[in-house]
């Protein structure tokens, strides 16, 4: 399969990421996928926070990760981005975040390590707009180039208006 889009949405009060795009077959597919956002905070400064950790909406783990000057970092996570974005708009004038700023869709991305092409594997129904609706299938990243027919382009400017790249990819 090939992702031509990527969303999120809150379905059920959990973080739910929906992976658009085209099968092998050419059928249309959504891939949903129930996620963990997350971010991190420095280990050091985790303890001093844990007060807005309390009951059960979050949930803080020690890593082996390190920011840039090497300190350890601790993962905050909640079921609910939402949630998880209000705890960052509270602690991050109090102590340094890391990755908060990531949003669900591309966290998913970049956790499966998927560059575009993946294999899905697991039962689909049908809907009325989209061939294939998979919910939570397995899914592991491919070399695979789909046969599309589009064109995309991206141009990038500043503020002033000067032309910094023009970015195009077409494929039949």
């Known amino acids: 399969a090939f992702i031509v889009y990527a969303d999120y949405d809150l379905i059920d009060e959990k973080t739910n990421v929906l992976l658009y795009g085209r099968l092998e077959n050419n059928q249309s597919f959504v891939s949903q996928h129930e996620l963990e956002p997350y971010f991190f905070v420095k280990s050091s400064d985790a303890k001093k926070l844990s007060k807005y950790f309390k009951g059960d909406k979050f949930k803080i783990e020690n890593t082996e990760?390190?920011?840039?000057?090497?300190?350890?970092?601790?993962?905050?996570?909640a079921n609910n981005h939402t949630e998880l974005n209000k705890l960052h708009h509270v602690i991050h004038k109090s102590a340094d975040t890391y990755e908060a700023d990531i949003k669900?869709?591309?966290?998913?991305?970049?956790?499966n390590n998927l560059l575009g092409s993946l294999d899905i594997d697991g039962e689909y129904t049908s809907s009325e707009r989209i061939d294939r609706?998979?919910?939570?299938?397995?899914?592991?990243?491919?070399?695979?180039?789909?046969?599309?027919?589009?064109i995309s382009v991206d141009i990038e400017s500043s503020s002033s208006g000067e032309l910094i790249c023009i970015g195009i990819y077409t494929h039949n």
Do not use: A, C, H, W
């Not at 920011?67 to 905050?76: A, E, L, M, Y």
């Not at 669900?104 to 956790?111: A, L, S, V, W």
């Not at 491919?142 to 589009?150: A, G, W």
């Open 65 to 77: 990760l390190t920011n840039f000057q090497g300190d350890k970092v601790s993962k905050i996570s």
């Open 133 to 150: 609706v998979y919910n939570n299938p397995k899914i592991k990243p491919i070399d695979f180039e789909p046969k599309l027919k589009i």
């Open 104 to 111: 669900p869709n591309m966290r998913f991305i970049i956790d």
